[in-house]
């Protein structure tokens, strides 16, 4: 006797596979990286803060031979103040985030607010103690991390792009595919996809390395040692502005990131980078007929 499609389909709900994702020594690096750059922004705000201008070229100051190209300023208007953001020829006012802000209550002329800064007082000896403290244990940090990587093929094996995922054709749909929220399930999850892979080299492997760099190239002691720093960032104004530029954008890189945690599930996410587990959500539902 043959069996008959009656067109009815039972649906058949399928399981979620838990995957080992990140290993013990991603996850412990990616944490003390969040505590390490939380303190080092905040830090080098407050730094910022004892002179709020970016030059480029050998010298710093506030007329020729090398003027500033980015000044976030305060100026008297009327019984209050005003805060002036400069980008080259282009001024915004900016009062109360940038240039003024309010200290119990009242405006008070400083680059970036209290609550942005360690300390939250204008004191530059202190915000440069906490930087000099997190930027070393930043960089035993990463050299851990680069260790690891190395030994246990990480590199290779999860952050090195394929050239099929590097055509532009292959880029431009998961531009599409993130742009309209769909991310990927199954085992396509299992693995970073191509943007997550550029993304992360670019951090890792050019902007955390140029931080580092030009953190050291304003670091008197360290001229003296390697003084070809200079000549490779074009004088220590220079490398101030790079240090500046490229915190900036991990800034960036880190608000898309939480963002894309959040959108495409916080919880799985989550546990996933505290546990190293990660359940793969199923790609579609499977169709059983009777």
């Not at 710093?60 to 190209?69: H, Q, R, S």
């Not at 991390?145 to 792009?161: A, K, N, W």
């Not at 898309?256 to 945690?261: C, T």
Request: aromatic residues 14%.
């Amino acid at each position: 006797m043959t069996s008959v499609t009656t067109g009815t389909a039972l649906k058949e709900k399928p399981k979620r596979a838990v995957v080992y994702r990140h290993s013990l020594a991603v996850r412990i690096t990616h944490w003390l990286n969040v505590l390490c750059l939380s303190f080092l922004l905040m830090s080098g705000l407050q730094i910022f803060n004892a002179h709020p201008h970016l030059y480029w070229g050998q010298y710093g100051a506030d007329a020729l031979p090398d003027p500033a190209f980015v000044s976030i300023e305060a100026y008297p208007d009327g019984d209050s103040m005003k805060g002036v953001t400069s980008i080259g020829s282009f001024q915004f006012t900016t009062t109360g985030v940038l240039g003024a802000s309010k200290v119990d209550g009242e405006l008070t002329p400083r680059a970036f607010p209290a609550w942005a800064t360690i300390p939250s007082y204008q004191d530059l000896a202190t915000g440069r103690r906490w930087h000099f403290f997190f930027a070393w244990f930043f960089v035993i940090n990463g050299f851990v991390y680069m260790l690891y990587g190395l030994v246990s093929r990480h590199f290779r094996r999860d952050l090195l792009p394929t050239k099929g995922e590097l055509t532009p054709r292959h880029l431009a749909h998961e531009i599409a595919d993130h742009a309209r929220l769909r991310f990927p399930k199954g085992e396509s999850a299992r693995r970073y996809n191509s943007l997550q892979k550029l993304a992360y080299i670019g951090v890792g492997f050019i902007l955390l390395p140029l931080m580092v760099l030009t953190g050291l190239t304003m670091s008197p002691g360290f001229n003296a040692i390697f003084p070809w720093l200079l000549d490779v960032f074009g004088g220590r104004q220079s490398a101030r502005t790079i240090h500046f530029i490229t915190a900036s954008l991990i800034i960036v890189f880190v608000f898309i990131h939480i963002a894309m945690v959040l959108l495409s599930g916080v919880w799985n996410n989550m546990r996933s980078i505290i546990t190293g587990y990660y359940a793969l959500k199923p790609e579609a539902d499977k169709e059983i007929t009777k």
